[in-house]
């Protein structure tokens, strides 16, 4: 019986960059008579950053409440990976806008997005944070805080009960989970797209 040994070349920073080159190589490998599973590396960093959102405690009105009952015993968020809330923006991954924003409040919320490190989320909750709710025609309250930020989640409810809560958080998981960093768009931002050559330089 013939046994192959397999040649194992290097791995340069430029190729391991894309997922392309890790499955050419593992294609190699076993042509050679290796047997080698190799997983999405996309995949394994999102299933471990959608299972680690840390939250920003940023609750203005009786949405907050909501927020500290997902977190009691009862509910529990921490078996979905959302157990730990942050005080500091720099340590935290989204922002649950959860409560009326005035527009008093509006340029202090904008500055602790901006201190978010990348990649960040939005979570508005409730129908304050969603369009002003009650407080819509109001002269001094911010109608949707997708006005000053990208909101990633919506949440509707005044307040919405904490399973509401818990499913908008899954789906930020399930949002989380589909990005790609290294195989395609990485961290939200557009492929850039081919230019075609059609004899117009």
């Known amino acids: 019986m013939e046994i192959k040994k397999p040649k194992i070349k290097s791995i340069q920073y430029e190729e391991f960059k894309d997922n392309e080159s890790l499955e050419n190589m593992v294609k190699e490998l076993n ?38 009952a997902i977190g ?40 602790l997005y901006d201190q978010m ?5 939005v979570v508005a909750v409730g129908g304050c944070a969603i369009s002003g709710g009650p407080f819509k025609k109001s002269y001094h309250v911010l109608n949707g805080v997708d006005k000053i930020l990208p909101v990633d989640v919506y949440i509707p409810g005044c307040p919405p009960r904490p399973e509401a809560l818990l499913y908008g958080m899954i789906q930020l998981q399930r949002k989380v989970k ?4 290294f195989g395609g768009v990485n961290k939200k931002e557009e492929k850039p797209k081919n230019k075609v050559n059609d004899g117009q330089d």
């Open 31 to 68: 042509e050679n008579g290796s047997n080698v599973i190799v997983g999405v590396l996309d995949d394994v960093i999102n299933w471990g950053r959608s299972n680690s959102l840390w939250s920003l405690t940023f609750a203005t009105s009786c949405c907050g409440i909501e927020f500290m």
């Open 72 to 111: 009691a015993a009862r509910y529990d968020f921490a078996r979905f990976g959302f157990e730990v809330t942050r005080a500091s923006p720099r340590q935290a991954d989204l922002i649950m806008v959860a409560g009326t924003i005035t527009d008093k409040m509006a340029p202090v919320l904008k500055r």
């Open 117 to 121: 490190a990348d990649p960040k989320y």
């Open 178 to 181: 589909v990005e790609k960093f």
